[in-house]
T-cell receptor
Framework: NAGVTQTPKFQVLKTGQSMTLQCAQD?????MSWYRQDPGMGLRLIHY???????DQGEVPNGYNVSRSTTEDFPLRLLSAAPSQTSVYFC???????????FGSGTRLTVV | RKEVEQDPGPFNVPEGATVAFNCTYS??????FFWYRQDCRKEPKLLMS???SGNEDGRFTAQLNRASQYISLLIRDSKLSDSATYLC?????????????FGSGTQLTVLP
């Protein structure tokens, strides 16, 4: 049982490049979310999904896209990377409202 | 005002001490409450859910006061392995509020 798997673990991008952060879970969780963590800011919600085919914006969605074609996968796309997107990104999943979330080990992204 | 506020610490306590963390939340519609633990450069991990009646898990006791919108975590007989950042987390019942809202965390160091 792998839980929540994120790839890559580390990435350096140049300003303007695009990329996709991968997230997969094998727990049949309906809810999946993407957070970014910056020093002094805590974790902030980027996008979330409450089931396959359903996504919505969180607190800081600008510059990011998501899709949820399957229950298992929830990729996060950076459209045109900016230095302000340098952060640690966490994907998380849950059975639903009221349940705790399981987090992936994170992707450390640096945009230069 | 932040939705979830915590004393950032740091708290430096000797082994065996009892330490308490407090947290306040601003959204009175919040329905679910959690404490997460995050080790340095790792993902957050669920420590315990918090219920209105209060709940205990070994050395850890969590309390919720809905009227005051206040959550607490008590750690008894602190161990070196308890050193981490403790995150107060709340979630609601509709829209993006169903997702987790994190406090910025309280840093604990248990000293030998």
């Amino acid at each position: 049982n792998a839980g929540v798997t994120q790839t890559p673990k580390f990435q350096v991008l140049k300003t303007g490049q695009s990329m996709t952060l991968q997230c997969a879970q094998d727990m049949n969780h309906e809810y999946m979310s993407w957070y970014r963590q910056d020093p002094g800011m805590g974790l902030r919600l980027i996008h979330y999904s409450v089931g396959a085919g359903i996504t919505d914006q969180g607190e800081v969605p600008n510059g990011y896209n998501v899709s949820r074609s399957t229950t298992e996968d929830f990729p996060l796309r950076l459209l045109s990377a900016a230095p302000s997107q340098t952060s640690v990104y966490f994907c998380a999943s849950s059975y639903g409202s009221g349940y705790g979330y399981t987090f992936g080990s994170g992707t450390r992204l640096t945009v230069v | 005002r932040k939705e979830v506020e915590q004393d950032p610490g740091p708290f430096n306590v000797p082994e065996g001490a009892t330490v308490a963390f407090n947290c306040t939340y601003s959204n009175s519609a919040s329905q679910s409450f959690f404490w997460y633990r995050q080790d340095c450069r790792k993902e957050p991990k669920l420590l315990m859910s918090v219920y209105s009646s209060g709940n205990e898990d070994g050395r850890f006791t969590a309390q919720l006061n809905r009227a005051s919108q206040y959550i607490s975590l008590l750690i008894r007989d602190s161990k070196l392995s308890d050193s981490a950042t403790y995150l107060c987390v709340v979630s609601g019942t509709s829209g993006s509020a169903r997702q987790l809202t994190f406090g910025s965390g309280t840093q604990l160091t248990v000293l030998p």
